[in-house]
């Protein structure tokens, strides 16, 4: 009951009501923007991860040259260890396309077509057109939706592919160009995938790329991507001087880097908002054990316990951080529920695109929320709040009665 009186502004309190106010906005701006950031994080972490993945597997096996010759035996070698669950061939080249005058670099991957149609970051974003209208030999292709629109083509009409490796004639290399039907549009969520991707039966690719029966390389899933290394290793020592094992690690460590270590900045350097706020807190309790010194005096004269005045002072201020986390949890939630209309809002707004999806990889703004880590906050801004109260309701508690009510 003291307690709940202390938070109410007495006469004269108005200003201390004010600093703790101030305390209880500033802990909730505090843990709804680390509750938003983090989640931010981890969601783009998160998607590149599965997109880049999904597209180009945990590793993959290259042969020498850009030819991987007797690659059955590879595929059948790849999902015979423990711990793989795919292991897919395929063939990718990056040549140039051609539409109504425009030109475009792009990457060509050839794929078999069960395999194209298991692959769910691609069959799972299918925008226009089907892969069902994708058939060996029929001259049809899925292009991603970026390529699309800068090339300006649409399903059903016809691209040209530019090999600049074509035919020796006694005037030199005479290009290879051949004429595609678009049959489907893809847009799986990555930029610098959408606007360079065309994808064709692997029988297809072999016969554009001069390669016979050979393939580029063979694709390769596990089921645990962080111990990669260990699963192929047995594969790699196989293929000793035959082909080469690229994983995931290796090829994106540095961006995967880069993402950790700018989650770990930003979350501390947001964490000051919170101490900040801490501090309001101490000053408004320091002001506040002030201001009750005489009735800390009375309380002490009718036997109440120097414990007793502690637990009222610390109970108030972490009142006040509870409060602040109870506000910044529904507000960071309410952020990022609303993530992409804000984006959208501020990119009118200011006339900019804020998420530009050749900058940022992702053409939408991802979140994923990781209940550890929000605990973590919740338990953070508590115990902070928690010791800011120490040194006041200590000081609360060793106020002497006599002194303070000598004249009184």
Avoid: C
């Amino acid at each position: 009951m003291i307690t709940r009186r202390y938070l109410m502004p007495g006469k004269g309190e108005g200003f201390i009501f004010l600093v703790a106010g101030i305390s209880l906005v500033a802990v909730a701006l505090g843990v709804a923007a680390l509750i938003a950031v983090m989640s931010v994080m981890n969601g783009f972490r998160a998607e590149l991860f599965d997109r880049i993945l999904g597209l180009n597997g945990h590793a993959v096996v290259q042969g020498y040259g850009g030819r991987l010759e007797g690659w059955p035996q590879v595929v059948a070698d790849a999902k015979a260890l423990p711990g793989v669950t795919s292991a897919v061939p395929m063939i990718e080249q990056p040549l140039m396309g051609s539409y109504g005058g425009r030109v475009e670099g792009v990457v060509v991957r050839g794929l078999r077509m069960d395999d194209l149609r298991a692959n769910q970051t691609i069959a799972g974003n299918i925008t226009g057109g089907s892969l069902n209208a994708m058939r060996v030999g029929a001259g049809t292709v899925a292009i991603g939706a970026r390529l699309a629109e800068q090339l300006g083509v649409r399903v059903g009409e016809q691209i040209s592919l530019i090999n600049p490796a074509g035919q020796s004639t006694p005037f030199g290399t005479v290009p290879r160009i051949v004429a595609y039907t678009v049959a489907a549009v893809f847009e799986v969520g990555v930029y610098d995938y959408d606007k360079a991707f065309v994808i064709m039966p692997l029988e297809d690719a072999q016969t554009l790329m001069r390669l016979d029966d050979a393939v580029g390389m063979v694709e390769v899933v596990t089921d645990d991507p962080d111990d990669v290394k260990r699963t192929l290793e047995p594969l790699r020592q196989k293929l000793a001087g035959i082909a080469v094992i690229n994983d995931w690690q290796g090829s994106n460590s540095a961006l995967f880097s880069a993402l950790v270590v700018e989650q770990t900045v930003m979350f501390w350097v947001l964490s000051i908002i919170i101490v900040v706020a801490v501090f309001n807190i101490l000053s408004s309790l320091i002001m506040l054990v002030r201001a009750k010194t005489r009735d800390i005096a009375i309380l002490r004269t009718m036997g109440a316990s120097r414990a007793a005045l502690m637990r009222v002072f610390v109970m108030v201020g972490t009142s006040i951080g509870a409060a602040g986390v109870a506000t910044g949890l529904v507000l960071g939630f309410g952020l990022l529920h609303f993530r992409q209309g804000i984006v959208d809002g501020v990119s009118r707004l200011t006339g900019t695109d804020i998420w530009d999806p050749s900058v940022r990889y992702l053409t939408l703004l991802p979140a994923k929320t990781d209940p550890a880590e929000v605990l973590g906050i919740v338990v953070l801004t508590l115990l902070l709040s928690l010791l800011a109260t120490l040194y006041p309701a200590w000081k609360a508690a060793s106020t002497d009665p006599v002194t303070v009510l000598r004249y009184e």
